[in-house]
């Protein structure tokens, strides 16, 4: 063995030379930058490489000659081919080899990579060169070209997501300053925004693409102007890449650091990892070999005694083009593959759909780092992930070489199929080849997943078809493999055998090889979706299959259905009017205040606070949903170093503290159970590791364990209702109108639960005090409420209690009052032990404790008549709340709010119910309750139009509200534009022509459909009853600041709040006031006493109203000042008036507080209006579905700021993409686990999902009366409009469904998944058609 002598780990972070003695080698980069760097910029919300909010650069340091095995990258493509391999070193991010020499190549194409703080081992960058979003720019000595274009496109909202989005545009720019639109658009993959909806991320990215590109109308980011196609990016981008390119030679490559019995060993040669996997052995220890240990998130890995790092050993990096293929070293990252493949593609016809496939393998980050072997050996140990590269190489006959440590490195060379079947015990991937195949074979790969981009495969496939051309037949070599069918690839030899000498052309051929394949690859029922997947398997055979016949023998209509998708370059359009300049800064498109923090990582979010002396708390969790509470046992836990106490029911009872959350919840189950995942106790530590394993500790036992209630079918069958939330309305006359209608239709629309999706988790810091005080720094929208629990908790007045919000890394409802019980049983154990607490939930916890959006079920009957006229409605509507009551959320009540949408129907029976189940309780989510019933009521419309074959258009334009009407919840409408909102959208989104388009494409392409859906909402603000408050000083230096009684979540409050006040105070001075002088402070409960949450969409405008109030107070005192000092008609300047002010004694601090009383109208100050025009097109037989256009009009009155309230349109329909397409809520049938419980399995949107072409646009003219300033919220209105994604799916399907004869009404629940659309769109095998001419 070799001596390893060095056991510290030294790297460049930021131009700055780093050692790190001793580290824990179980430690991930993103945590050392956090905790020890203090670089809190990157976030950490999933740690599993699903969200990209932890991306850093990772660069090589040296850029010195490369070994002699290597030559430059271009002798890797096909243009250099040789006889004899060529090898190639990899990307120079690699580990040294062998001799110690730097592995750096200058030519290499990728040089800076983006990679996932979170799974990166701290101990894998020695070495190396890291950059974080703090080392390209600040706000104190200027923004990076990058970080300025997300600011001024305002790609920013709650911030949260914004220095990985940065970091992963900076890594495509340092490596390439002119990349292609087609490259930009790829680049944020691996990154996840929940509040933009991406368009002004993309846009404000897409200024870096070439600037020669033609249509480039962009903004620069430079001159701040429209791309005028000259400058030369090319000179900053290099200034900052080569700045810190200064080469540090670093001593013996070779690396071995200890810590608590965990050895971490850099083997730098072949030879020393197989000694070190026999040493390992023979000491009766156990080993596991890191490569990218990007696999380590998504399938934690069982601990172990040595990590060996084979990421330096040169072989293993090497990759080599050889005239019967091109082979990759068992450490070559899957990028790296790519570039090959790339370089190399005229080679194979494998080598383009392998590249096209990889593509769609993970995101950016993971395949920078991530390997193939490592993929490969994931799916050995897992067999049920269905890995795309697994099926993929198999069908294309990869072969590998193994070398076996127990065999002193004997390497064998075996297929994947044998590979899959052997035990790997001591074994490494040497290298994988992959042969060149005859250009007369065919190569087709599919995948389907739930989501475009950074979602593994719910199945996939690859086949190798051979033909013999001259014969027209088979050859014997083919290859077929499906992933997903049961565990590991499976190649269908049967079929294969089948296939060989039959007839191409042959359509009978088809059919039997399907009726083979199915009885071969019977789907294995464990893996789920059994149906699904059993339908895929003649699919993907039957794609393949038609793609072998010559384009002109396919019939025109089926042509589509071979053609691969690829995704366009997306694009955007906003509009909105430029604003009153008489009343400037307001309705001014301005940024949002904290933007410029946000793109430097400098915004402070809750876990960013640096608290001297903390402890860390994790729950105790049930593991049962239904069970009474036998015992709880922490002793264990206890026992472990570092564990400072337990905190339960039990032991508050004793601590004479409160565990009522309110009168239906408990902080800590005190006897029974609710649910999976429920709070039984609290334990407190050191650090935050040590409490989550301490955690894991406490055992906890159950008695009368029931059957947990979980469905709407389990709720009726143990009648388990909530009683007194029943609703029961009754309106004019609904049976005798149902008597007298023409038509009578019954159906059902029903939607599922939806997680929120807040990349910051809830969390609480909470500071004991002296005298029994408490801070409270919590992540919540109402933090009035925190402090009343908390106080209650705490028993001690609220006086005592005081709560601070200074931002929260998104909510969208969830953090109204699910933040409650977090911060309560965090307060609850920093009094009890006196010493500041952390509680920060990891992504898991979060979304198995809160409930989410509920799920509904409506069963309706209508009464129509014949010409589209609704006459009467009876809707039974059921409602899954979970195990108790949120607080005051409203649910059944708000029904009538919402649910007549923007029509007027006379006649109304509803009865509604929630069901009590063994779930935990569901909260408010964006638009709750409108987004639901919005989609009742316009399923409804649908099905008529569907049944009296009217255009669903018409149907609703028949029964719209008009002015005068009064709306079902009792509004009068006395404005009523909402004919004025669906003619504009019309005509601007060309509607009518493309409905026709629609229906040609549809008559024109079989198994492809169009649909395109048009869908008005109405929105009601309920703010009569919210109050807040307002806090302005004026500082001697002229300096404002603001408190106020909002919470800023990225919906921009603040900027508005700053805008209003600018434009008030700016009335008396000249010039206007600068808002640079503004600063909205943290919002604290010392100001903000006694008020309401921050949600429903009305905040901005209260809030921006009590500042309104609160500045006119100082505007009158300032007046008379101001009057003294206008000479000449010249009022005085800001500072000279306030300078004035002060030597005359004037109060300069007001402060106001807003009580809206009830409106004449009805209970509602205003509503608001808003439409959107989808376009999809679906694969109908995958149940793929893209987006093609969307149109969203919002009228946002005279909008306060368009910016913000545009970006709030992007945000809100893009989250409604999630909800009525990918975002699966999957729930344990046994125990009521939440199973989708992670990004690895709950999708929302990538920013390749969202429409090719979105156009948000604020109704231009507009102005409202009763609103503050005449704006209009614009939060939840657009969500509502999102339905138009189903409707247009739902369009499609019934196109697809006609194809097979079925003319029948057939509807989608939401989420319309890729796997219910093929299901509801039911194709038969039978209809799978192919060319007959050919026969
Ligand atoms: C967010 C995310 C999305 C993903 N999406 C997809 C997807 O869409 N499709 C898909 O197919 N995959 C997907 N993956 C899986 C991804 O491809 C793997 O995580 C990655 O390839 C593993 O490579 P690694 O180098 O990081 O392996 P590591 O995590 O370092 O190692 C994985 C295992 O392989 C072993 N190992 C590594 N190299 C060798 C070797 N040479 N010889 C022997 N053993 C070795 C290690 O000991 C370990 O047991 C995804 C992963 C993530 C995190
Ligand atoms: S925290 Fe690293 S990807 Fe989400
Ligand atoms: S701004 Fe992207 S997650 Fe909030």
Request: a neutral charge.
């Amino acid at each position: 063995m070799p001596s390893y002598t060095k056991s510290h780990v030294q790297f460049e972070l930021n131009g700055e030379h780093v050692t790190v003695e001793e580290p824990d080698p179980k430690a991930v980069l993103g945590d050392y930058l956090r905790l020890e760097r203090g670089l809190t910029g990157l976030q950490m919300p999933c740690r599993q490489g699903g969200c990209g909010s932890c991306t850093v650069i990772l660069s090589p340091i040296r850029c010195s000659s490369s070994d002699s095995s290597s030559s430059s990258s271009s002798s890797s493509s096909g243009k250099k081919k040789k006889k004899d391999a060529v090898h190639v070193a990899a990307a120079n991010h690699a580990g040294d080899d062998d001799g110690g020499s730097g592995g750096g190549d200058d030519d290499e194409p990728l040089k800076h990579r983006p990679v996932n703080a979170c799974l990166l081992p701290l101990c894998s960058v020695d070495g190396k060169r890291v950059t974080t979003v703090e080392g390209i720019g600040s706000t104190k000595h200027g923004l990076h070209p990058v970080q300025q274009a997300i600011v001024t496109h305002n790609g920013t909202q709650c911030g949260f997501c914004t220095p990985g989005m940065v970091m992963s545009m900076y890594g495509l720019v340092v490596n390439n300053s002119q990349p292609t639109t087609q490259q930009v658009e790829d680049q944020l993959d691996g990154n996840l925004c929940r509040c933009t909806g991406y368009r002004p991320i993309l846009d404000g990215f897409q200024t870096f693409a070439n600037c020669n590109n033609n249509n480039n109308k962009r903004m620069c980011n430079k001159s701040g102007e429209q791309c005028a196609s000259e400058c030369d990016k090319k000179g900053d981008m290099e200034e900052l890449g080569s700045k810190r390119m200064e080469r540090w030679e670093l001593p013996d490559a070779r690396l071995m650091v200890s810590r608590d019995g965990l050895k971490w060993v850099r083997a730098v040669s072949l030879d020393e990892l197989y000694a070190l996997l026999q040493t390992t052995k023979h000491k009766g220890r156990t080993i596991r070999m890191v490569r990218g240990n990007t696999s380590s998130g998504i399938y934690p890995p069982p601990p172990v005694d040595v990590l060996a790092d084979i990421s330096h050993i040169s072989k293993l990096m090497e990759l080599s083009v050889q005239e019967k293929g091109i082979s990759i070293g068992g450490a070559v990252p899957i990028t790296d593959f790519m570039v090959l493949l790339e370089r190399n593609q005229s080679l194979s016809p494998s080598y383009g759909p392998l590249l096209k496939h990889l593509k769609r393998v993970a995101h950016n980050q993971v395949r920078n780092i991530g390997s193939v072997a490592g993929n490969l050996m994931l799916t050995h140990a897992h067999g049920e992930f269905a890995s795309d590269i697994s099926t993929i190489l198999m069908a294309a006959e990869a072969k590998l070489r193994v070398g076996f440590a127990w065999e002193n490195g004997d390497e064998h060379v075996i297929s994947l199929e044998q590979f899959f079947n052997l035990s790997l015990d001591g074994a490494v991937i040497v290298e994988i080849f992959i042969p060149v195949m005859k250009a007369s074979a065919r190569f087709f790969t599919y995948k389907v997943a739930l989501r475009r981009v950074n979602a593994h495969a719910l199945f996939n496939a690859g086949f190798k078809l051979a033909v013999n051309s001259t014969k027209g037949v088979f050859e014997s070599n083919c290859v077929i493999v499906y992933g997903g069918v049961r565990p590991y690839p499976q190649r269908a030899r049967k079929t294969e055998a089948y296939l060989a000498g039959k007839k191409v052309f042959d359509p009978k051929v088809f059919a039997d090889a399907v009726q083979i394949l199915q009885r071969e690859l019977v789907v294995d029922p464990a893996l789920g979706r059994t149906e699904y997947r059993t339908r895929l398997l003649a699919t993907f055979f039957y794609k393949a299959f038609l793609s072998l016949f010559p384009i002109d023998t396919i019939p025109p209509r089926l042509r589509s259905s071979i053609v691969e998708y690829v995704r366009p370059v997306s694009q955007g359009e906003i509009s909105f009017d430029e604003g009153d300049p008489s009343e400037y800064p307001v309705s001014k498109p301005i940024p949002k205040l904290s933007a410029g923090l946000q793109a430097t990582g400098e915004a402070q979010y809750l876990d960013d606070m640096v608290v001297g002396g903390s402890l860390y708390a994790t729950f105790v969790q049930a593991t049962v949903a239904n069970a009474a509470l036998k015992s709880i046992d922490p002793s264990k836990a206890l026992a472990m170093k570092g564990v400072i106490t337990f905190i339960s029911a039990a032991s508050l009872k004793a601590d004479k503290y409160c565990n009522l959350v309110s009168e239906d919840e408990e902080v800590f189950a005190s006897e029974r159970v609710l649910y999976y995942g429920q709070a039984v106790g609290l334990i407190v530590a050191n650090t935050k590791a040590l409490a989550d394993e301490a955690a894991k500790l406490v055992v906890v036992t159950y008695s009368d364990v029931q059957k947990p209630i979980l469905t709407f079918e389990d709720a009726i069958a143990a009648d388990s209702f909530y009683e007194d939330r029943r609703v029961d309305l009754q309106i004019g006359t609904p049976e005798i109108a149902m008597q007298s209608a023409d038509v009578v239709i019954e159906g059902q629309a029903s939607v599922g639960h939806q997680y929120h999706f807040h990349l910051e988790t809830q969390r609480a810091i909470c500071i004991p005090g002296e005298d029994n005080s408490m801070d409270v720094y919590s992540s919540t929208q109402n933090p009035s409420q925190v402090q009343h629990c908390v106080g209650v908790g705490l028993n001690q007045p609220q006086h005592k209690i005081t709560v601070h919000v200074k931002r929260l890394g998104g909510a969208y409802g969830s953090k109204l009052n699910r933040a409650v019980p977090i911060a309560m049983a965090c307060a609850l154990a920093a009094d009890k032990l006196q010493k500041p607490v952390k509680l920060i939930l990891d992504i898991g916890t979060n979304m198995q404790v809160v409930g989410g959006r509920s799920p509904y079920h409506c069963d309706y009957k209508i009464g129509v008549m014949k010409d589209g006229r609704i006459t009467s409605l009876q809707l039974r509507i059921l409602n899954n709340h979970g195990a108790h009551f949120d607080f005051e959320y409203p649910m059944l009540e708000a029904i009538p709010v919402f649910i007549d949408n923007v029509y007027k129907i006379p006649n109304w029976d509803i009865k509604g119910k929630a069901a009590r189940t063994n779930l935990p309780a569901c909260t408010w989510m964006r638009g709750p309750v409108f987004v639901e019933t919005v989609f009742m009521m316009e399923t409804m419309m649908e099905h008529v139009a569907s049944v009296l074959g009217m255009a669903p258009d018409l149907v609703r334009e028949v029964n719209m509200y008009k002015k005068g009407d009064t709306t079902l919840a009792g509004q009068y409408l006395e404005f009523c534009n909402v004919k004025e909102v669906l003619d504009s959208i019309k005509e601007s989104s060309g509607y009518e022509t493309r409905v026709k388009q629609v229906k040609e494409f549809n008559s024109l392409n079989q198994w492809v459909k169009r649909g395109i859906s048009l869908i008005p909402v109405k929105f009601s603000a309920s703010w009569t009853a919210v109050q807040h408050i307002a806090l302005v000083n004026i500082y001697p230096d002229g300096s404002i600041s603001i408190h106020q009684s909002g919470c800023e979540m990225g919906q921009g409050l603040d900027v508005k709040v700053a805008q209003v006040a600018a434009m008030t105070l700016g009335s008396i001075v000249e010039g206007g006031l600068d808002m640079a002088n503004i600063k909205v402070q943290t919002t604290t409960t010392v100001i903000a006493n006694n008020v309401g949450e921050s949600g429903g969409s009305v905040t901005s405008e209260l809030c921006a109203m009590a500042v309104q109030v609160a500045c006119n107070k100082l505007v009158e005192r300032l007046r008379v000042t101001s009057r003294m000092l206008t000479t000449l008609g010249r009022k005085p300047s800001w500072h000279e008036l306030i300078e004035a002010a002060l030597t005359s004694g004037i109060d300069l601090q007001a402060r106001a507080r807003i009580y809206p009383g009830p409106n004449q109208n009805g209970p509602f100050q205003y509503l608001s209006f808003a439409a959107a025009v989808t376009e999809v097109e679906v694969d109908i037989l995958t149940g793929d579905t893209r987006i093609l256009r969307g149109d969203i009009l919002l009228d946002c009155g005279k909008s306060l700021n368009p910016a913000i309230d545009i970006g709030q349109v992007h945000g809100a329909y893009v989250q409604g993409i999630g909800y009525y397409l990918s975002e699966e809520y999957q729930i344990d049938a046994a125990n009521g686990k939440l199973t989708t419980n992670s990004t690895w399995n709950y999708k929302v949107p990538s920013s390749k999902d969202i429409p090719h072409d979105f156009r948000a646009s604020l109704l231009p003219n507009s102005s409202n009366p009763s609103g503050f300033l005449r704006s209009k919220f614009s939060g939840e209105p657009p969500y509502g409009t999102a339905c138009s994604v189903l409707f247009a799916v739902q369009q499609a399907v019934a196109a697809g469904r006609e194809e097979i004869g079925a003319n029948d009404w057939c509807s989608l629940s939401a989420p319309a998944t890729v796997e219910k659309v093929a299901l509801a769109a039911n194709v038969p095998t039978s209809f799978l058609s192919l060319p007959l001419q050919s026969q």
